[in-house]
C-alpha cells in the first residue's frame, strides 16, 4: 500500500533555489491519496468536537473544507490580506525578507469556539502561528492543529507545541 509521502511529489529549487518544494497536487489529484489524507487528518480527531476547522489559504482550503466536513464542523477560510469582503482582523507574520498578513472575519468565531487548525506543511511555523493568534485574538480556542506534511528540521512542531498546541502529521521529510 502506498504511503501519504508516496503521493507527494518533490520539485528543487522551486519557488527558488535551495528549496525543496512539496508539492500536494499529485496526492489531491489521487483518489486514493486524497482520502487517505483527509482520513489520516480526520481519524485522530474522532470523538473531539470542534465547531469550527480553520484552513490557511490556500492549500489548507482544499484539505480543511474536507475535514470540516467529515467532523461535522464549520469551515474558516485564514486569508491573505485584503481579500476578504467583511470587516475583518488581520495578524502580520514574519517571513525571511520582510512580513506577509493573513485575515479572517471578525465574526468568524465566537468567543469560546473550539477550532482545529488545517494546512498542508508546517515548516518554520510562522503562518500557524499567526493563524492561531489571530483566532484566538479573535475569541476562539484553537485545540490542535494538523498538516499532511511537517518538516521537523525547521523547527514549527516544537513552536506550535511551546505555544501549547498538539500537533498532528501525516508524514514528514528531513531537510527544507
Ligand atoms: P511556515 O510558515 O514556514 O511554516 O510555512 C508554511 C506555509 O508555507 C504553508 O502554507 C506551506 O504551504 C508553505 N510552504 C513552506 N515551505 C514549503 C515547502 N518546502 N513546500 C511546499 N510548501 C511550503
Given at each position: 500500500m502506498k504511503k501519504i509521502e508516496d503521493y507527494i511529489r518533490t520539485i528543487p529549487d522551486y519557488p527558488k533555489p535551495g528549496i525543496l518544494f512539496r508539492d500536494i497536487t499529485t496526492l489531491l489529484g489521487d483518489a486514493r491519496g486524497f482520502v487517505a489524507a483527509v482520513n489520516g487528518l480526520v481519524q485522530h480527531h474522532v470523538g473531539a468536537r470542534f465547531d469550527h476547522v480553520a484552513g490557511i489559504e490556500a492549500r489548507g482550503f482544499i484539505l480543511g473544507g474536507a475535514v470540516a466536513h467529515e467532523l461535522k464542523a464549520g469551515f474558516i477560510p485564514v486569508r491573505k490580506k485584503g481579500k476578504l469582503p467583511w470587516q475583518v482582523i488581520g495578524q502580520e507574520y514574519q517571513l525571511e525578507y520582510g512580513t506577509d498578513c493573513i485575515e479572517i472575519h471578525k465574526d468568524a468565531v465566537k468567543p469560546g469556539d473550539k477550532v482545529l487548525l488545517v494546512d498542508d506543511l508546517i515548516a518554520t511555523g510562522g503562518t500557524a502561528e499567526a493563524a492561531i493568534k489571530l483566532i484566538e485574538r479573535a475569541g476562539g480556542q484553537v485545540l490542535a492543529c494538523s498538516f499532511?506534511?511537517?518538516?521537523p528540521d525547521l523547527g514549527g512542531r516544537a513552536r506550535l507545541e511551546a505555544m501549547g498546541k498538539p500537533v498532528l502529521s501525516l508524514c514528514a521529510f528531513e531537510g527544507h
Open positions: 499532511v506534511i511537517d518538516l
